[in-house]
Nanobody
């Protein structure tokens, strides 16, 4: 059984910073990709940032230069450092992981965390 547990959300003023964490636990053989998505009220869930094999990263245009994704492979943990936050960043942030869950698995599976609320006040 694989679980993703997020932490670090909260309320911050515009221009402030927050750091989100997401740890994957359970039966994990390897992690191919971890990512952060977000969903604002009335909007579709969108990709914010992703990291592949703990190295290659990509970002949504709206967060480039402000957000940084990083991964601690030893801890199966991904971080999202969010700086210069804007009210438009307000959303529930979800962690996602594509990973091989056991030695008998023949492909990666996608898992989601429960989400953490980020609210940016103007």
């Amino acid at each position: 059984q694989v679980q993703l547990v997020e932490s670090g959300g909260g309320l911050v003023q515009a221009g402030g910073s927050l750091r989100l964490s997401c740890q994957a636990s359970g039966s994990i053989v390897s992690i191919k990709r971890m990512a952060w998505h977000r969903q604002a009220p009335g909007k579709q869930r969108e990709l914010v940032a992703a990291i592949v094999l703990g190295v290659s990263t990509n970002y949504a245009d709206s967060v480039k230069g402000r957000f940084t994704i990083a991964m601690d492979n030893a801890k199966n943990t991904v971080y999202l450092q969010m700086n210069n936050l804007e009210p438009e960043d307000t959303a529930v942030y979800y962690c996602a992981a594509e990973l091989v869950p056991s030695s008998v698995a023949r492909r990666t599976y996608l898992y989601w965390g429960q989400g953490t609320q980020v609210t940016v006040s103007s």
